[in-house]
C-alpha cells in the first residue's frame, strides 16, 4: 500500500530473445514530461546499436507521456514513427499510437529487439533536474553487474544462429582443420581451400538474396551439375554447340579476330554452359511442382530470387569441378614439368583462389542471372518464353563477352567482371522487390529508407 506521496516510476526493459533481462542496464525511465524517441540514431533517448539491431530505423518509434488523469495517475503510448519494418505490441503490428499498460511486450521490426513496459511505486518523488532527464539512456545501477553479463552467452544463445552468424563460424573452424590437416597433401588441399571459397563466395550472395532455402537443395544443385558434367550428356552438348553450331574453340596458333571469336564464344561457351548450368534448376522447377505445398514453394522456383539462389548454387558445381579437375590440374601438371613439383603446386594454388573467388563475377553471376529470368517467367507465365529468351541471350552474351576479353586486355576483363557483378546485383534488388513473400526476407530488413 503507498501514501499519498507515493509515486509510480514507469520503465522500459530491454529484453533477450528468450524473455529474460538483458542487464541493469537495458532498464530506461521515461520521464513523465516529454518523450522518449528510440532508434538508432544518436540523437534518440534510447540508442540501440547500429550494428546488432540493423532491422531498427534511425528513429523508430516514441514513447509520449498523456497528460495526467483524474486519479493522478500517468500513462504513455507508444507511437510507431513510420518505421521501415514496423513496431509491434504484444505481437500485432501497431498502427498510429496505443496506450501502454503494465506488462506490455514491444517489438521493434517482427524479430527485432524488445521492450516490456514496467513501473514501480516509490515512496519519495523523484527530483528531475536536467541532467536526471537523461537518465533514459543510462544504467539504473551503474555499478552492478548481472551474471548474464558475465557469461553472455547464456542469454544469447539462440541469437547466435539467428544474429552473430554461427553457422558460417563453426564452417570455418571445420575447414581450417581440415586445411591443417591436409598439409603435404596437395590434392586434397586444393578441395579443401576451393570448397570454402565457394561456400564463402555463395553464402555472399545467399544473404543478399535475403529468401531462405533448404541446404539440401542448394547443395543438390551443386552436385547434380557435377554428375552432368561428367556424364555423357556433355559430349552431346559439346557436338551440338561446337560442332553443328559455330562454337567451336579456336587453338592458340589459330589466327582469329575478335568478332569471330566472341561469336565462337557465345555458341561454344556461353549457350553450352549456360543450358548446362540452367538444367538442375529446370528440373527442380518440374519436380516442385508434381509436390504438395509447401513443399512445392520450399525447394521449387516460385519467384526470381528462386531461380537466382538455385541457378548460383548450380554455378558453384561448375566452377569447383572446372577448376579442379580442369584448370588447375593442367597449369600444375605444366609448370612442374618446366620448374618442379613445389612450383607447380604454388602456381597451381595461385590459380585456384581467383577463379573460384571469381565466380561472383563469373559463373555464379550468368547463372544467377538467368535464374532471375527463370523464377520472372514462372511468375509471369503468360509471357514465360520471351522472358526466358532475354534472360538466355543476356547471360550466355555476359560469359562470351569475358571468355572472349581475356585473351585481349586485363583493364577491359576488369569492366566485364564488374558488369557481370553489377548485373547479378541489380537482378538480385529487383527479384527482392518483386518478391511475394518481401515482408518475411531477411536481406530486405536491413534496408532503411529513413
Avoid at 554452359?273 to 509447401?294: D, Q, R, T
Avoid at 542471372?369 to 532475354?390: C, M
Wanted: aromatic fraction near 10%; glycine fraction near 8%; charged fraction near 10%.
Amino acid at each position: 500500500m503507498t501514501g499519498k506521496n507515493a509515486r509510480h516510476n514507469a520503465f522500459l526493459r530491454l529484453v533477450s530473445s528468450n524473455g529474460s533481462a538483458a542487464g541493469p542496464e537495458s532498464r530506461y525511465l521515461l520521464p513523465s514530461n516529454h518523450e522518449m524517441v528510440i532508434g538508432r540514431d544518436s540523437s534518440c533517448q534510447v540508442v540501440l546499436d547500429a550494428m546488432m539491431y540493423r532491422m531498427v530505423s534511425r528513429r523508430h518509434a516514441v514513447v509520449r507521456p498523456l497528460p495526467l488523469s483524474p486519479d493522478r495517475k500517468s500513462t504513455w503510448v507508444i507511437c510507431d514513427l513510420n518505421s521501415a519494418n514496423g513496431t509491434f505490441l504484444n505481437g500485432q503490428l501497431l498502427e498510429g499510437c496505443q496506450e501502454l499498460h503494465l506488462g506490455d511486450r514491444i517489438s521493434l521490426g517482427a524479430d527485432g529487439p524488445q521492450f516490456i513496459f514496467e513501473y514501480e511505486f516509490v515512496s519519495q518523488p523523484t527530483v528531475m533536474t536536467s541532467q536526471a532527464t537523461s537518465l533514459s539512456s543510462t544504467p539504473l545501477e551503474p555499478d552492478s553487474v548481472s551474471f548474464t553479463q558475465l557469461f553472455p552467452i547464456i542469454s544469447t544463445g539462440k541469437d547466435l544462429t539467428r544474429k552473430a552468424y554461427l553457422i558460417p563460424g563453426i564452417l570455418t573452424v571445420v575447414f581450417v582443420v581440415l586445411m591443417f590437416a591436409t598439409v603435404g597433401h596437395p590434392k586434397a588441399n586444393q578441395v579443401i581451400v576451393g570448397s570454402y571459397i565457394a561456400f564463402a563466395a555463395y553464402y555472399f550472395v545467399y544473404q543478399l538474396c535475403g529468401k531462405t532455402k533448404p541446404w539440401w537443395i542448394l547443395m543438390s544443385m551443386a552436385l547434380t551439375t557435377m554428375l552432368i558434367l561428367l556424364s555423357p550428356l556433355l559430349d552431346f552438348f559439346i557436338f551440338v554447340f561446337r560442332v553443328i553450331l559455330p562454337g567451336s574453340l579456336p587453338s592458340p596458333q589459330e589466327p582469329i579476330t575478335f568478332t569471330e571469336l566472341l561469336v565462337r564464344m557465345f555458341f561454344g561457351a556461353g549457350l553450352m554452359e549456360e543450358s548446362l548450368k540452367a538444367l538442375p534448376v529446370l528440373g527442380v522447377y518440374l519436380i516442385a511442382n508434381s509436390l504438395p505445398s509447401p513443399w512445392r514453394e520450399r525447394i521449387g522456383v516460385q519467384e526470381p530470387l528462386d531461380g537466382i539462389l538455385l541457378g548460383t548454387a548450380s554455378a558453384v558445381g561448375f566452377t569447383l569441378l572446372e577448376t579442379l579437375g580442369q584448370y588447375v590440374p593442367v597449369i600444375t601438371q605444366n609448370v612442374t614439368q618446366q620448374a618442379g613439383v613445389g612450383t607447380g603446386q604454388l602456381v597451381g594454388l595461385q590459380l585456384l583462389i581467383p577463379r573460384i573467388l571469381g565466380s561472383v563475377a563469373g559463373h555464379m553471376a550468368y547463372s544467377g542471372y538467368l535464374g532471375y529470368f527463370i523464377g520472372l517467367a514462372v511468375l509471369k507465365p503468360s509471357l514465360g518464353w520471351q522472358i526466358l529468351a532475354v534472360g538466355y541471350l543476356s547471360a550466355a552474351g555476359l560469359h562470351a563477352l569475358w571468355n572472349a576479353t581475356g585473351s585481349i586486355n586485363a583493364l577491359l576483363l576488369v569492366v566485364v567482371g564488374v558488369l557481370s557483378y553489377a548485373f547479378l546485383m541489380a537482378a538480385i534488388l529487383k527479384a527482392r522487390a518483386l518478391s511475394p513473400t518481401r515482408s518475411q526476407n531477411f536481406a530486405t530488413r536491413f534496408i532503411n529508407p529513413k
